[in-house]
């Protein structure tokens, strides 16, 4: 509204018929006018940021650099004089330090947001933007994930060590001797430690250690991205040389860093629970929120299925659904449940780690 009034500036200044009572009350002098101007200044960069943070699938790490973003631009402007500028940056930093969501049945402090060691890890994990974190900032989201990696292998089980059920030799006590010392000697030969034996390895010490070396590495050879790279994308093509960060790397990117994803997602109950819908089974609105939430995977989905289904006799169904897809009315979405679920089996290979957010 105010930089509407400041492009009008010349209007109501000069082509606008002002009588005595109205200028007492609204006419604005040449200072005020300048006021205008200096006040539009200091809140720009605030405008800006908050363009930017209606951005759907924003990181952590993003979330992060428009924020430090503003702040660097009001410090300069606060050291120019404006006290506008100065009022906007302390409450940024008051916000800064605030804590959010205090646990107060346990009794314990909670970290504010920029030091939450969830926000640390998002930050970690996004080679954009970790050379910000400090070190002590980077021990502790190692810590972390850590921990987070134990949390998910109790959610998922334990993972299966394929070797032992493939490998099937003549006397394998002695070739298990034999292959310890050869891998014993190849490891003094060229300088390598070996932290870990086989029965460990196979242990939560012997996980938390391997894992502790991947973040390490991670650290400590990641080549930094550009800011205007994709993470996810750059995740992806580590998914087999890095598989144990790249399911980390998932979950905490896929933390929402604004409300705007989380209520683009609330949002979808609107057109779910109409009155004409309301005789929905719980399992059918799951199926309708899924394809709400998800519309970029299941779109996906269909291409693979297309490719399947290409020398087939369901060619010209799936060309259909495909269609459905793209047009943006949830009741025709929602008629693509029954004919995804009939692929099941398929769907079930597809690994859906996160949220793609309409």
Known sequence: MLASLSRLQTFITDKLAWTHADEVEYYLSPEQWTQVSEILEDLLPARKATAQLQRQDMTLGEFFAIWSGVVMVLKQTKNKGSALAGKLLLAMEKRAKGVMYKDRSKGHKVSPLL????????????????????????????????????RMEAVEGPAVDVSTKFLSVEGPSLFSALLDRANKAKLEATGAAQTT?????????????????????????????SPTENVFQWWHKKQFTSPELYKLALVVLSIPATQVSVERLFSCPR???????????????????????????VKGLLDELLKIGSHGQNQESLMALAKILTQSRPRKRYELINEILRFSDFASTIDISFVTLN
Do not use: C, M, W
């Open 197 to 225: 034996t086989s029965g460990e390895r196979n242990g939560r010490t012997g996980r938390r250690a391997l894992l502790r070396a991947l973040l390490d590495e991670h650290d400590r050879t990641t080549v930094p991205l």
């Open 115 to 150: 030091d939450y060691p969830g926000f640390q890890v998002a930050v970690f994990l996004d080679p954009r933007f970790f050379s910000l974190l400090k070190p002590d900032q980077g021990q502790e989201a190692k810590e972390y994930l850590l921990d987070l990696a134990d």
């Open 271 to 297: 057109f779910i629970l109409r009155p004409q819908r309301l005789g929905l089974s719980s399992s059918h609105v799951d199926d309708v929120a899924f394809l709400h939430a998800n519309k970029d995977v």
